[in-house]
């Protein structure tokens, strides 16, 4: 009705599905930010390549983060960027890499985490191991964040947070 072409249609909505990990609200703004951008050109053809523009606006990375990130705290933050260069990771190499950054967490406290992470679809559990769900986020992360300065940031949302009773102890 809109008289609107999906050029490469099938490779277009595969980019769509990867990039949004099927995230209801993902799939609807990356529609609406490629209909405004061929709005704004005077065009009725959507292509890989207007995608592509989507995925490097400022604007669209952030509303990602928010949406992935939803309601996770500051540990489960934490626990997504450490895994960001690798593939897999379980739970004891998630453990190591917390106490090297200065984070004791007890196991019931890492496991409780990587299930919030797991329910938020972040993370997908595949036995003793995870793997992102959401595919685009180590990429989508690396491209809009400083991540060394984002993970120094959430540890001290974690110091603040122990001073007020958290379970979480710093070295």
């Known amino acids: 009705e809109m008289g609107i072409t999906l050029e490469g249609a099938g490779e277009l909505v595969d980019g ?7 995230h209801p609200n993902i799939v609807q703004y990356l529609c609406q930010a490629l209909v405004a951008g061929i709005s704004q050109r005077r065009e009725r053809a959507i292509t890989l390549d207007d995608l592509a523009r989507v995925e490097r606006q400022g604007e669209f990375r952030d509303f990602f983060l928010e949406v992935v990130w939803g309601e996770a705290t500051p540990l489960e933050k934490i626990i997504s960027l450490l895994a960001l260069n690798r593939e897999r990771v379980t739970q004891s190499e998630l453990a190591v890499a917390l106490s090297r950054g200065g984070l004791e967490v007890s196991p019931r406290e890492l496991e409780k985490a990587l299930e919030g992470l797991v329910l938020c679809t972040l ?4 036995g003793p191991t995870y793997t992102y769900a959401a595919e685009s986020f180590p990429r989508i992360v690396k491209r809009s964040q400083d991540v060394e300065a984002l993970l120094g940031s959430l540890l001290e949302q974690l110091r603040l947070e122990e001073g007020r009773g958290g379970m979480i102890s710093h070295r």
Not at 123 to 126: A, N
């Open 16 to 22: 769509i599905i990867a990039l949004s990990s099927c």
């Open 123 to 126: 993370f997908r559990k595949e």
